[in-house]
């Protein structure tokens, strides 16, 4: 909690400049627990809402819920080339059903499911989230994807989930 900073007051994220703390624009109303930074923005999990600083504001991109009108929570966010991957304990993210894991395509500007092409996603929760040039990887609570085993970690490749490696013991 960086609350009473001096000579500025931070609300629940703060920067370094080198010298001293400084604010990252007004704060967030919440505690954070996960950040993702690229070059052109700052991607903080607060409350398990996600939110992205710009520079100059922060922008609440994603509300997740359980069931309309239940909070769920994002965990854990992951970015890779313009797609910022969000996993966690959530069905929905505002109107739109995605369980568990969903990406932000920031040139689209819009959230986009995570399923393969039939339409099938992750079974389970998902409660980590990793992306780089192989995919998007996840870790959680799940067993399958449609008709194939995933159990507990698999690798989005842009089309489809598959396995990784196999299960630990």
Same mark, same amino acid.
């Given at each position: ?26 704060? #967030? ?5 996960? #950040? ?12 398990? +809402? !996600? ?9 609440? !991109?994603?509300?997740?819920? !359980? ?27 505002? +109107? ?19 399923? +393969? ?9 998902? #409660? ?30 842009? +089309? ?10």
């Amino acid at each position: 909690d960086f609350q009473g900073l001096e000579p500025e007051e931070a609300s629940y994220i703060a920067r370094w400049d080198g010298t001293q703390w400084r604010t990252v624009g007004v704060g #967030l109303a919440e505690a954070v627990s996960n #950040l993702r930074a690229t070059e052109d923005a700052l991607y903080a999990v607060a409350g398990g +809402d !996600l939110h992205r600083w710009d520079g100059t504001s922060w922008t609440l !991109l994603g509300e997740p819920s !359980l069931e309309h009108g239940d909070d769920g929570q994002i965990a854990s966010v992951a970015v890779e080339g313009g797609r910022v991957f969000v996993a966690g304990a959530f069905h929905w993210i505002g +109107d739109d059903p995605f369980p568990g894991s969903a990406v932000w395509d920031e040139t689209a500007g819009q959230w986009q499911g995570i399923e +393969d092409t039939s339409g099938r996603g992750l079974d389970g929760s998902v #409660l980590a989230a990793s992306a780089g040039a192989a995919g998007a990887f996840v870790a959680g609570q799940f067993t399958t994807n449609g008709d194939e085993s995933v159990v507990g970690i698999a690798r989005w490749n842009g +089309d489809e989930w598959s396995p990784v490696g196999t299960r630990l013991a």
